[in-house]
């Protein structure tokens, strides 16, 4: 399907172009030598762009895909030679950063990364951490309810966000960039756009609330023999440490072994890790204090045996290593062919055991050359990389199957926070009810009659 | 309207019963003397039973008021003679604490202190604190989204709901009662729920995340002249006690003189408190060093001159009555002739001259005879106690004038915390844009095509 009348719209958007002059003129973030398959590509420089591009695709039946920062892992960002790409990097101002309020504004172009300097700028703080930081555009952090390291103490991304514009489907703006931390006057429609990956509106502009900046950190590395013991060891340091704990990650021994062998740049502080890796992180105000306290939990958790070892980390570049090898998951899919990354969640108390499982499961399974699980434990969201012998559909499918088919029963979900896309779609029935997707279904008709907006993600 | 039929109905619902049989044999939680005016009164025992009710009310036109605690403050839960209530009240089991994923699951009808107790039972703590607790329902927390004393550090109920089952107005149970603290498995539907007051479906069952329980409280009262000194000393406390700091609470001099004249149970702890009086809690594990700390963080301000007095608490008992000084509402109640409660949300920075122009704006207006302003500061959100000599409809609307509207150009809310109910629904539009406005119109119509569920709250 064509329309004549596009080049009218892109005239009118400055600074649009079609595909093949973006990538070299205006396409900063297009990384890739693929080309990039669609019909054009908008740069809208203001919301009332965005919102005069989306009258127009609404009353021409013309689908649009949304760009962000392109950091998405489920295929949410594709499109196809029919479609409108519209690229939110333009919109890049950090509008304000309000140290009376304590809040942040920025548009939706805005790198997730620069808004967090913002804040630190006026010893405020945004306890976002996520790998992509450095690229992941914050109307796509809000779009996909992004979580990261911290969600254990600080929530996902929806618990930051106080106002929010929105432009929908047909165009019209919804307009709610208030500061204000309390506001019940009437439904909170904002929440219906955190987490939706752009199929219900555009997000323009963002408010996200502020904390204190903590004004020390510091890190350990802990290692046990059984799950249980992990689960025991965080609620200790929960409760010794309180909101000071700021991380609890968890690396299973293949995985930490694959980081840290001898031919990466990563070397174990640890002597002789056990079956299980524990990354903490301690945020606070007073060094020595924190230090003593640091060091009392794991000395407690030693005598009780639920660690075996443990290192410590009080300087930035000591903590910065410790945390690369829990974060170079780049390093993992060099390692793991022709790759499929998971992001699961378990209760807390199963993780150990559906975990064994699903790698018991996988490895059983003909075809898969590795599997790594690690991730944030004390959310009970592991990420799980499966390497393999080829891209085949059927292998693909089968190890979808068995990550995936545990989850139903013990309500898990079969994504913790990188959404669900494209990719995923065809197990949401897993993760949610009937009833569930045909209302989610229905709030899509309501809001996009003709879907135009990123069709064909979440949901049919 | 009237259904024959209805009987068969309340029939199927086992218990339920007419509304003046109902106040006396079943209907526990209908204080005042005054008689419920309704078609019937059911009381169902289980989802289904509600699914039941539903179905057939959305078949037959029949509407339907939902009733919680009955704690709300804005006309939410008035019924009509050709209504029919759905009393939860029956529906009030604790179904579990899981010290594993720290989680408590109850049923709507499940007092909020009971649900707090089980929880601190098992060292764990959901800190939703408000007035009402030893009445409100959970459900009626969750779908007025209600906040409180601590909702500075904590957030709102929002934050702390992991699954939420609700019974939508066509009879459809929406079902996802996970205990997961991150699920991007598309669109998060129960947010939509919370907050609404009901209007989209009714809570039957929540899942409440829990953190581990503080081990120790302090509290303070401070003074001082001026309101940029509230802030600065708010900002330094903050960032001197880290989040240990839970609550920050404000009186304006003459409603904190009210509470503690000569003639009420109340002593003032402070020997000559100036324009402004705060108080301060303080959650943490170390009693000596967090009393330390505290001291430090007065002490420093006592210096620069932001505060002109301070007191401390340490016993349980003592903490009790400073706390009860900022909570006993019902006394200004008393002292207000004809009162009215308000609770807007006002950008921190705004909130002194904005409060500074409705006092004296209503003190200027005949007919008002004493206004106490009083709330959650670090929140923005202020509640406003006004005394008028009658309960005339034209001086209630001059007064609801005056305090709502300065708000709309400030971007603030007409209400924080208590929602819209029917009694703000005129004002809504002055913290809500048309286009949210229609988009909330076109959410209930989705749900709610025939309008039978808590009607004319909210919108129209």
């Given at each position: 399907m064509s329309h004549p009348n596009i080049n009218e719209l892109l005239d009118q958007i400055q600074g649009s172009l079609h595909a093949d002059q973006a990538k070299s003129r205006f396409f900063h973030i297009w990384k890739t030598e693929e080309p990039l398959t669609c019909k054009g590509v908008c740069f809208p420089r203001t919301t009332e762009q965005v919102a005069t591009i989306l009258t127009w695709c609404h009353k021409n039946d013309q689908k649009v895909i949304v760009h962000g920062g392109?950091?998405?892992?489920?295929?949410?960002?594709k499109a196809n030679p029919d479609q409108l790409v519209v690229s939110l990097e333009k919109m890049n101002a950090i509008e304000a950063v309000d140290t009376q309020t304590r809040t942040v504004t920025a548009q939706a172009g805005a790198i997730l990364e620069n808004v967090l300097t913002a804040a630190e700028k006026e010893?405020?703080?945004?306890p976002l951490s996520f790998g992509a930081k450095g690229s992941a555009q914050v109307g796509g952090v809000v779009s996909t309810n992004a979580g990261g390291l911290r969600v254990f103490r600080y929530g996902m991304t929806r618990s930051w966000v106080l106002g929010l514009e929105v432009v929908l489907p047909d165009g019209t703006i919804i307009e709610?960039?208030?500061?204000?931390?309390?506001?019940?006057?009437?439904?909170?429609?904002k929440q219906l756009f955190i987490?939706?990956?752009?199929i219900l509106g555009v997000v323009t502009k963002v408010v996200f609330r502020l904390i204190e900046k903590p004004q020390t950190r510091l890190s350990a590395i802990l290692t046990t023999n059984q799950f249980k013991n992990v689960l025991q060891t965080m609620r200790y340091f929960d409760q010794h440490l309180g909101p000071r704990l700021t991380g609890f990650e968890l690396l299973w021994k293949n995985t930490y072994s694959t980081i840290t062998a001898e031919e990466t740049p990563y070397k174990s502080p640890i002597q002789k890790p056990d079956n299980y890796v524990i990354f903490v992180e301690m945020l606070g105000k007073n060094v020595e204090r924190d230090s003593n306290d640091l060091q009392d939990a794991c000395a407690h958790s030693f005598e009780h045996e639920w660690i075996s070892d443990a290192a410590f980390f009080d300087s930035a570049s000591e903590q910065e290593e410790c945390w690369k090898i829990r974060e170079d998951v780049a390093l993992l899919e060099q390692n793991a062919k022709h790759n499929q990354h998971y992001d699961i969640s378990i209760p807390i108390d199963r993780i150990g055991e559906i975990i064994d499982s699903i790698v018991q499961n996988l490895k059983n399974l003909?075809?898969?050359l590795d599997v790594y699980p690690f991730g944030h434990v004390a959310d009970g969201n592991i990420h799980l990389i499966v390497g393999k012998e080829n891209n085949s559909e059927i292998l693909t499918q089968n190890i979808n199957d068995i990550v995936y088919q545990p989850l139903q029963e013990i309500k898990g979900s079969i994504s913790a926070e990188h959404g669900i896309g494209i990719d995923k779609k065809p197990y949401l029935h897993l993760s949610r009810t009937k009833p569930e997707m045909e209302l989610m279904k229905a709030i899509k008709l309501l809001l996009d009659p003709k879907n135009i907006l990123n069709p064909a993600r979440i949901i049919n």
């Open positions: 392109l950091t998405n892992l489920v295929g949410a960002t010893d405020l703080f945004l709610n960039l208030k500061t204000l931390r309390k506001d019940n006057s009437g439904i909170d429609l987490g939706a990956e752009g003909k075809g898969v």
